[in-house]
Each structure stands twice: as structure tokens, then as C-alpha cells.
């Protein structure tokens, strides 16, 4: 138990940020403004929740636990929807508060972080930034350049709809319990025209590339290629890690004309 008498539950991920330090660097970085629409995934004791309402008018919070919930309704100039972010429609809360866009944050439960990223695409086009502390091992594949270890499904399919930085590295003491693991902080900022293609598709496309990481893409993409007739320029004597987003990208988009056609 911590000061404030909460049991951190394992099953949700509770490390609670305790570091004043990190804390106000992680409030720089987002720099909220009074008027921002703003959504903290996971805000827990409130170590965010706290700054980021001296700086905002309002701020809406998405909380599981119903314990931390009860306290956070406590709070003024707060709504608190406590519900499973992964079950949450963002778009239609962005609707339902007559918002053309919102930032999101949150310091996320690193069990489902990867879960709520790709739930959070689906709702994209009512994101104006993300700001999420994360394990550091996954903000470097969410930034990972081609060719690297790092690099992978995650990368391709968010750095598509995203512009991203890694701002702040984080060490476990910065938390209450400890993480046992680096966490860091990544900013998202959705393209204003991001590349044309079907979400599914492009995942479909993804998924197969990686699925064997280690082999040549002729085993894996180029027998899915095989199977939908693509005769276009592709090199498929490569590896998945070798070959850039805007090369998947081009290759979704004459796949799925191909589909249609
Ligand atoms: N924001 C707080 C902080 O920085 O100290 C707490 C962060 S803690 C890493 C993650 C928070 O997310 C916890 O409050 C936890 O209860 C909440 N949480 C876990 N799973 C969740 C889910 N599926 N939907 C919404 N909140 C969740």
C-alpha cells in the first residue's frame, strides 16, 4: 500500500508516477492549453490528472478500476467514464461533446498498451495529438527505423497515420510500485494526409510480412502476392524489416486495386 492508501492492482498495470521531476516534463512536453478537449487513459491517483487540470478548464478520464474512479468523481471540473478504454468509442465521445478533435494522454498500463494503440487508430480521425508514457522497449518500435531489430508491424502500421518522437525517457524509480522495465514518452501527431488505404488491408498485408520475420519475404508475402495475381515491381528477396512504410504503403494500394479491379 502507498501513502494514499491504494493496493497498486498487478492485473491493471498500476505503477503510479511519484517523480515530481518527471511528472512536470511529461506536462511540459503535452503543454495543455485551457481550452484543449482533452482524454487521460488510466489517470489512477491523479499524479497527472492533478497538474494537467490546474492548466485545462475540463478533462475527461477514462478509468477501470472502481475503486480509483470513486475517488477521481471527487474531483472538480472532471468526468469520469469509468469503463475499459479498449471498449470505448472515442469517436462518438468526440461526437457526443460536439468536439471536431481531441488530445489524448495517459501514462497506460503496459499489459494492453499495444491492445489500446491500435484501438486508438481506429479512431484517428478525431485525435489531435497523443502523449503516452509506455515500456521504452515499445515507443523504440513504434519509432524504429527500417532495417533495425525494432522495426516491425507496430512501426509500419502507426508510423502510416502518425508523425511520432520519443520526448522523455523515464527510469523505474519514478514510479510506486517499479516497473521492471525503462519506460519513455512518445508524442503522436496524426499526418494531415496520411496515404489513402484500407486499415484492414494494409494490417492484412503487414501481418503476413512479418509473420516470419527471419526468412525472405518469397515465403511469406510473395506467396500472398502469388495468390491475388500481383504482377507489379515488388522485391520480395528481402526481409519485412528491410522495406519502408511508404514501400508497404505503395504496395496496399496496388494490392487493393487489384482487389477491386
Ligand atoms: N496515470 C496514473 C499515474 O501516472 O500515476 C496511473 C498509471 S497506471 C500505469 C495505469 C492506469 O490505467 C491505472 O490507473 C489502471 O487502473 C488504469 N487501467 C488499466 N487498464 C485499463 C483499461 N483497460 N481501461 C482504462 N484504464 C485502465
Redesign the pocket.
Known amino acids: 500500500m502507498n501513502a494514499s492508501g491504494h493496493i497498486a ?1 498487478k492485473r ?6 511519484t517523480d515530481v521531476g518527471v511528472i512536470d516534463a511529461l506536462v511540459r512536453g503535452i503543454d495543455p492549453q485551457p481550452d484543449d478537449a482533452m482524454v ?10 492533478q497538474p494537467l487540470l490546474e492548466r485545462l478548464q475540463h478533462l475527461h478520464v ?4 472502481r475503486d ?1 474512479a470513486a475517488r477521481l468523481r471527487r474531483m472538480a471540473r472532471i468526468t469520469v467514464h469509468e ?4 471498449t470505448v468509442d472515442i469517436t462518438q465521445l468526440a461526437r457526443s461533446l460536439n468536439l471536431a478533435s481531441l488530445r489524448v494522454v ?5 499489459n ?1 498498451s499495444t491492445p489500446i494503440l491500435f484501438h486508438l487508430l481506429d479512431h484517428v480521425d478525431v485525435v489531435l495529438d497523443q502523449h503516452f ?1 509506455l515500456q521504452k522497449e515499445v515507443v523504440d518500435r513504434i519509432v524504429a527505423q527500417p532495417s533495425t531489430a525494432a522495426y516491425g508491424r507496430l512501426s509500419v502500421m502507426l508510423q502510416w497515420r502518425y508523425e511520432m518522437d520519443s520526448i522523455l525517457d523515464v527510469p523505474p524509480e519514478a ?1 510506486d510500485p517499479p516497473p521492471k522495465v525503462d519506460s519513455a514518452v512518445v508524442r503522436m501527431r496524426p499526418w494531415a494526409t496520411p496515404v489513402a488505404v484500407p486499415l484492414a488491408h494494409l494490417s492484412e498485408l503487414v501481418k503476413v510480412a512479418f509473420s516470419q520475420r527471419r526468412k525472405l519475404l518469397r515465403h511469406t508475402l510473395g506467396r500472398w502476392l502469388e495468390q491475388r495475381g500481383f504482377a507489379g515491381d515488388f522485391d520480395v528477396q528481402r526481409r519485412a524489416e528491410e522495406v519502408p512504410v511508404a514501400q508497404y504503403l505503395a504496395l496496399a494500394i496496388q494490392t487493393q486495386n487489384k482487389a477491386q479491379a
Not at 40 to 49: C, D, F, N
Not at 106 to 110: A, F, I, K
Open positions: 492492482r491493471f498495470g498500476q505503477h503510479f508516477l487521460e487513459i488510466g489517470p489512477g491517483l491523479s499524479a497527472l490528472t477514462i478509468e477501470i478500476d480509483l469503463a475499459d478504454v479498449l495517459g501514462n497506460l498500463p503496459y494492453i508514457m514510479f
